[in-house]
């Protein structure tokens, strides 16, 4: 994963979209250069884009995202499963990295490899805005933070901007987990925004 590799600290930014467009993400590093690019694959049908117009449309629905680098090449997918309880990670090649399993929602996350061996845990605090990722020992390996941009924009828009800092040295699969955290985050909890 080159530079996203070795950056420690990320800037995850949801640009505000309209009803029609897909969940994307940038990825940057601290100084604004872009890393990579997170988006639902441009092959939706009508009906998945007509569902964004609906009222109850939320972060219980399935998405799913390609992680690419700056010059489109694939890195990762995201795939949300339908509902909270589990979102699975693969490699550009579709291979499984491994799963986020929701035991408490917005609270508690289970880390596991492709084998289901527990690599660690996410946990988040009361108001769904602050992450700490730790190994299976529990030492805290990176944090996320969501930031708040007043409550027109928390309510009305798709605007939301995450900070991730990594306490590298973090073993793999461990920091892939890490630097996805705030996207699975997003999709796990704050995508009901989607109808503005």
Do not use: C, W
Not at 27 to 50: K, N, Q, Y
Not at 101 to 126: C, H, M, Q, S
Request: proline share 6%.
């Amino acid at each position: 994963m080159s530079a996203l590799s070795r950056t420690s600290f990320l800037r995850v930014e949801q640009p505000r979209r309209g009803p029609f467009a897909r969940t994307q993400y940038k990825v940057l590093d601290e100084s604004g250069t872009l890393l990579a690019l997170a988006a639902e694959p441009r092959d939706r049908t009508r009906i998945e884009h007509l569902k964004k117009v609906f009222p109850g449309k939320s972060e219980l629905d399935a998405r799913v995202v390609d992680l690419t680098d700056p010059e489109g090449e694939p890195l990762l997918v995201i795939a949300k499963q339908q509902g909270r309880l589990l979102t699975t990670l693969h490699d550009a090649d579709g291979e499984p990295i491994g799963t986020i399993n929701t035991e408490r929602v917005a609270r508690r996350y289970l880390l596991r490899d492709a084998a289901g061996a527990k690599l660690g845990e996410i946990a988040g605090d009361v108001p769904r805005r602050n992450f700490v990722v730790t190994d299976r020992e529990g030492a805290t390996v990176a944090r996320v933070g969501k930031k708040f941009a007043g409550l027109a924009t928390h309510l009305l828009t798709t605007a939301d901007k995450y900070t991730v800092e990594i306490d590298d040295p973090v073993p793999e699969p461990l920091r892939t987990f890490a630097m996805v955290t705030a996207i699975v985050m997003d999709m796990t909890l704050h995508e009901s925004k989607d109808l503005t």
